[in-house]
């Protein structure tokens, strides 16, 4: 079966860099969306980046765009995200998703994604 497995979460002080990593396995296709999203307690769990595994295209949410970096490495089946300038209201839950094949029409909204890891967490402290 699928399985997702985010790793690299922790505590940074604001304005400093985290990167996220998330090993994926059993999943036999090559293109297809996969995503970086977060919760916050109290909050919907909100798209903050996503990447088409096949043509390399890449989503950012207006608030982490320019300060975050979505990257694949096809060979090794993992996703990164890379943060930089982090913010206190930034932390939350951060989970990596996977959608089945096919087109998605919002690469982030969390309805499109099929597959989810456990979370990592990540705590900015101001």
């Known amino acids: 079966q699928v399985q997702l497995v985010e790793s690299g979460g922790g505590s940074v002080q604001a304005g400093g860099s985290l990167r996220l990593s998330c090993a994926v396995s059993?999943?036999?296709?090559?293109?297809?969306?996969m995503g970086w999203f977060r919760q916050a307690p109290g909050k919907e769990r909100e798209g903050v980046a996503s990447i088409h595994t096949g043509s390399g295209n890449t989503y950012y949410a207006d608030s982490v765009s320019g300060r975050f970096t979505i990257s694949r490495d096809n060979a090794k089946n993992t996703l990164y995200l890379e943060m930089r300038g982090l913010k206190p209201e930034e932390t939350a839950m951060y989970y990596c998703?996977?959608?089945?094949?096919?087109?998605?029409?919002?690469?982030?909204?969390?309805?499109?994604?099929?597959?989810w890891g456990q979370g990592t967490q990540v705590t900015v402290s101001s």
């Open positions: 998703a996977a959608a089945d094949p096919g087109i998605v029409v919002s690469p982030l909204n969390r309805r499109a994604y099929k597959y």
């Open positions: 059993g999943y036999t296709y090559s293109r297809y969306y």
